[in-house]
C-alpha cells in the first residue's frame, strides 16, 4: 500500500512572499500531523523546539570541538564562531534553509601545516583567504548559477579531491598508533560500536561517545592533564586572535574551497529533497553565508566552518526542519563559548583520543571521494578517469612540500592540482585525437547531495 509524500502542513511557494523573522506553528504544536513535517519556517511549542535545538548542540558538538583540539585551536572561539556563522547563515538564507555550521575537518591539514610553518596567525589568514573566496563564489552562483562548478570539477574530480584530503591526513593518526595503541584503538573502536549498538541520537553521537570513552581510558592510564580546567576562569570572554597574510601558506588552503563549495551544494540539494521543496535558488546564499561565516572566524581565531551532516540526521529522524530549533543551536554554542574552564576542558583531550578519533574521521572522508565516483558510476576502465584519480591519490599519500621562492605547495594542494591538470589536459587532447572516449556525462551535474561532507 502505498503512502502519501511527507509535506508541510502548509503549501507556501518558497521563492514567493514569507516571514523572514517568524514561524507558524504546526498544528497543535505538540504533534507532527500524520504525512507531514515541520517546515523551516513552521516550528512546535517553543518547549519541543528549545529540546530540538539541543540535540542539534549534541549533534555537531563532537566534530565541532574535535576539530581544535587536533590543531590546537581554542575551542570556545571556534564555539563561538560555529553558533555566530549559524545565525548568519539563517539571516542571510532569509530563515529558510535550516542548517548548522561546525568546524570542517578539511582545514585540519592546512592548518597544521601552516602553524608549524608561520604560526597561528598565518593558519587564521588561510582560513580568512577560503572564506572571502567562497563568499565570491556564492555570488557568482548566486547570479550565473552552478553549471560552471560541475564542469570544472566533474565526479572523477571532485571524489579524487575529497578522497585525497581523507588519506593525506591519515600520517597525522600514526604516533597515537605506536606511543599510545590502548587509548588510540580504544577510542576507534568505541565510536565504531556505539554506531551500530544505539539508535536514534545516541547513534548519531558516536564521535561524543567515542571521545568520552577515549578520555576515561586515558584518564585510567594517567593521560590527563587537568592543570588546565583549575587554571581557567568560569566565565569570561573566547580566546581571540588577529591573522597574518604569509603568501608562502596561504596555498595550502585553496583545495579546501572546492570542498567547501561541494559540501554545500549537496547540503541545500538534500534538505531540498528531504522537505520536498525546490531550495536550489538558496545555493549561492548558502555559500555566501558560509564564506562570510569562515572569513569571520579567520579574523577572529576559529577554525573554517562548513554544513553539518550530523543536523541533517536529527532532522530526518525528527521531521522537525523548522529553523527555529537551529536558532536555539546558534545561540546556545554562543553560550557555551563565555565558559573558559569548557574550553580547557576541550584542551585536556589525550593525544591518543584524537588520533583515534582520527582513524575514523579521516578514514571516512577518504572512502565519501570513492562514495562520489560510486554514486556518479565513474567509469575507471577510462584512462582519463584512472590516471586523475591514481596520479592525484599517489600526491597527497606522498604529501611532498613544493617550495617555489616563498611559497610552500602541500601535498593536498599538489595533489588537487594534479587530479584537475590531468583530467582537463587529457579530455582535451582526447576530444582533439579521438584517442579515448570522453564521456559527456562526465560533465553533467553530479549528485553532490549524496556526497557526504567533511566537516
Do not use: C
Not at 519556517?41 to 528549545?50: F, I, K
Not at 610553518?117 to 587564521?124: E, I, S, T
Not at 570542498?259 to 549561492?284: F, Q, S, Y
Not at 590516471?387 to 599519500?397: E, H, K, N, S, V
Amino acid at each position: 500500500m502505498s503512502h502519501p509524500p511527507e509535506r508541510t502542513a502548509t503549501h507556501r511557494d518558497p521563492n514567493g512572499p514569507r516571514r523572514r523573522f517568524g514561524w507558524t506553528v504546526h498544528g497543535d504544536g505538540r504533534t507532527i500531523t500524520a504525512g507531514t513535517v515541520v517546515g523551516p519556517q513552521e516550528r512546535l511549542s517553543w518547549g519541543r523546539t528549545v529540546g530540538i535545538g539541543v540535540q542539534h548542540v549534541m549533534a555537531m558538538f563532537g566534530a565541532t570541538v574535535l576539530v581544535p583540539a587536533l590543531t590546537g585551536m581554542p575551542a570556545t572561539t571556534a564555539l563561538f564562531f560555529s553558533g555566530l556563522g549559524t545565525l548568519l547563515f539563517l539571516l542571510i538564507t532569509g530563515n529558510r534553509l535550516p542548517s548548522y555550521l561546525g568546524s570542517s575537518f578539511a582545514f585540519i591539514a592546512p592548518i597544521t601545516a601552516a602553524v608549524s610553518m608561520a604560526g597561528v596567525g598565518a593558519a587564521l589568514g588561510g582560513i580568512l583567504t577560503v572564506g572571502v573566496l567562497l563568499a565570491l563564489i556564492g555570488l557568482v552562483v548566486h547570479l550565473a548559477g552552478t553549471g560552471w562548478i560541475h564542469a570544472l570539477m566533474p565526479p572523477a574530480v571532485m571524489g579524487t579531491i575529497v578522497a585525497l584530503i581523507g588519506l593525506n591526513l591519515a600520517g597525522s593518526t600514526t604516533d597515537g598508533m605506536v606511543e599510545l595503541p590502548v587509548t588510540t584503538f580504544g577510542t576507534a573502536l568505541a565510536i565504531v560500536l556505539s554506531a551500530v549498538l544505539f539508535r536514534g541520537l545516541l547513534g548519531r553521537l558516536s564521535i561524543l561517545v567515542g571521545i568520552v570513552v577515549g578520555y576515561l581510558l586515558a584518564l585510567a592510564q594517567d593521560q590527563v592533564d587537568f592543570a588546565p580546567i583549575g587554571e581557567a576562569a568560569v566565565v569570561g570572554l573566547p580566546e581571540f586572535h588577529l591573522p597574518e597574510f604569509r603568501a608562502e601558506v596561504v596555498f595550502l588552503f585553496l583545495p579546501v574551497v572546492l570542498v567547501l563549495v561541494a559540501e554545500n551544494i549537496g547540503h541545500v540539494r538534500t534538505v531540498g529533497l528531504m522537505t520536498k521543496t525546490d531550495l536550489d535558488p538558496l545555493t549561492g546564499r548558502a555559500l555566501f553565508a558560509d564564506g562570510l561565516a569562515t572569513s569571520l572566524s579567520g579574523l577572529g581565531g576559529g577554525v573554517g566552518t562548513t554544513t553539518y551532516a550530523e543536523n541533517i540526521g536529527v532532522m530526518a529522524s525528527s521531521k522537525v526542519y523548522s529553523t527555529a530549533a537551529y536558532w536555539v543551536a546558534g545561540l546556545t554554542a554562543l553560550a557555551l563559548a563565555f565558559f573558559p574552564k569548557f574550553g580547557a576542558a576541550v584542551a585536556t583531550i589525550p593525544a591518543g583520543v584524537a588520533a583515534g578519533a582520527g582513524i575514523v574521521l579521516y578514514g571516512m572522508i577518504g572512502v565519501m571521494g570513492v562514495r562520489i565516483w560510486v554514486q556518479n558510476r565513474v567509469d575507471f576502465s577510462n584512462t582519463i578517469n584512472l590516471m586523475t584519480a591514481g596520479i592525484g591519490l599517489i600526491i597527497a599519500i606522498a604529501d611532498p612540500v613544493l617550495m617555489i621562492g616563498d611559497l610552500a605547495f602541500g601535498g593536498i594542494t599538489l595533489g588537487t592540482i594534479a587530479a584537475l591538470g590531468v583530467y582537463h589536459l587529457m579530455t582535451a587532447v582526447a576530444r582533439v585525437r579521438g584517442t579515448e572516449p570522453v564521456s559527456e556525462d562526465d560533465l553533467e551535474e553530479y549528485e553532490a547531495s549524496q556526497a557526504g561532507r567533511l566537516g
